[in-house]
């Protein structure tokens, strides 16, 4: 099978022009992220339809787009807009009946901007729930953050994107940057050098929030 993707904790492999299989490499459950997916897909909000789930194995709808990640390194897609569109994705994700599911990992890389349905989030393997709506922001803040504090020449760009997801976020997230903070720290998947990197970045979204 072809590979064509790759996160921190799954690959995703092409079975077709239809089908795609994400695996966790872990061997980690899929079945739990494929129970919330297939609940928000039947609430309206955009995610890979769910096909079959079985231990690490996910198989869901192929979706044809670039990530809004790979659009903005692109620079067919401004950091401001993708800013506010992030802030439009939580809105949205935290406005659904019942409420209650946070992503706690939405960032540009999650992202698929696909012709026909519009921006689909993907990679749902970190989605919680009974968690308040302002950790899942405090989490895309900080994440954005990170990169605005690197010495990546595409930094300025995630400042900006990052000023931009502040601006239309409408709820409060100052409260939960401390408990997101720590569960940063705490991902195997980050570096120590990012591990490093949470205080300057925690400290941005506090400035840039004021």
């Known amino acids: ?99 209650g599911v946070v992503h706690l990992d939405l960032h540009p890389g999650n992202v698929i901007l696909t012709e026909a349905r519009g921006p689909v989030v993907i990679d749902w393997q970190t989605a919680e729930e009974g968690r308040p709506p302002g950790l899942d922001r405090a989490m895309s803040a900080l994440i954005l953050a990170e990169v605005a504090v690197s010495s990546a020449p595409y930094a300025p760009g995630a400042r900006a994107g990052l000023a931009a997801l502040l601006s239309a976020t409408h709820a409060p997230l100052l409260p939960h940057l401390p408990t997101a903070r720590t569960r940063r720290a705490t991902d195997p998947a980050l570096t120590a050098g990012e591990v490093e990197a949470l205080g300057a970045a925690e400290s941005l979204v506090r400035a840039l929030s004021e």
């Open 1 to 99: 099978m072809e590979i064509i993707g790759q996160g921190r904790t799954a690959d995703v492999h092409a079975l077709d022009e239809e089908r795609v299989l994400r695996r966790y490499r872990d061997g980690g459950d899929a079945t739990r992220e494929a129970t919330v997916m297939a609940r928000l897909a039947d609430q309206g909000y955009p995610v890979p339809a769910v096909l079959h789930a079985d231990g690490p194995d996910l198989v869901m709808e192929r979706l044809t787009g670039p990530s809004l990640l790979d659009a903005l390194l692109a620079g067919t897609y401004e950091p401001e807009p993708a800013g506010a569109l992030l802030a439009d994705l939580l809105a949205r994700l935290h406005a659904l009946p019942g409420g």
